[in-house]
């Protein structure tokens, strides 16, 4: 494993607020600890820097709100990172001013995904976003501004309340702005958050709509010239790209099953046959890395079967599918048949590859439920 890590994730995790369908790891305000938590992150990177490559191919901060990050912090962070191929930075827009997005270009960011979520006022309110939709749009410009050329929108459908002309407008909204990359997420309330309190019943209305929503942003996104890459990913195709291949690669290292490191508290590395999770806490990872030690993991095995599973269950997300003989020591032979009948997923022989099992483009509206049912 020893320098061959090619994939990087950074946590950063102070935020303004905590939004109340959240469940990731995140630490509200705190703004007198930001240099501390920086200090860690570098600290924590040097201890580990001999399992990472020379040339990295991907970096992702993500969060948390890493744009909320005191600006000389995010700066020294950015300044120390490996060289990558690919950096990523998540934003919310109301973070966004001019002298933020020069700064993440200045410190060799390559890519930003701004966490727009709606621009319908009523449905960014249940959500408990902070930035409305002008602050979208000119967060998005400042991006532009300061010569960004591939910039992700995320978006959500399945909030309490949405219709499906509140979704044709945010879809509307989102390619008025033409953005390389959109990533369209069905809202999931995690079990517990206050969020599920407050509106598990029209969560689960929603639900039962939730098909025919994403057939909409399927339809209205490929007619503009997206292609649909992954379940939840659209990119710009590469006739409208200028032949680019616009896909998100930090992530797609997760859907290929590569091995990638995580720094910051929370962080999760997959490295071979382990996993690890970094301590949650925050003061627990100051005080180690602030001694030099490593802080805190939970460490969990992963065995051939859990990997092949991962590898099916990641692999069939993607529209290109997967390489059938890695799909094969964890497929139900009995369950691909009746599939492959339904017109759910289909093998294909490339003219001078390996065999390819993909789900058709209804299987991969269904999802979780199709591959569930594949694994043997």
Known sequence: MSGAVRHLYIHLPFCAHRCGYCDF???VGRPGLHEQYVDALLAELELERAMLAP????VFLGGGTPTFTAPDALRRLLGALPPAAELTVEANPET???ELALLLHESGATRVSLGAQSFQPHLLQVLGRQA????VRRAFYHLRDANFDNISLDLLHGIPGQSASDLERDIDEALALAPEHLSYYELEAKPGTRFTHAHGAELARQAEAMEGYFELVIERLAA???RWYETANFCLAPAHAGGRDLRAWHNLAY???RDYLGLGIGAVSTL???RRRNTPRLSRYLAALGTGELPEREIEALGADVRAQERLMLGLRLDEGLPFADAEAAL?????GRLERLGLATRRAGPDGPETLVLTARGRRLGGAVTAELLA
């Open 25 to 27: 790891v995140t630490v």
């Open 255 to 257: 859907w290929l099953g």
């Open 272 to 274: 071979g046959d382990r």
């Open 96 to 98: 966004v001013t001019p």
């Open 332 to 336: 139900d032979r009995a369950a691909l």
């Open 132 to 135: 409305g939709p002008d602050d």
């Open 224 to 226: 503009a010239g997206y």
């Open 55 to 58: 040339q990295l191919e991907t």
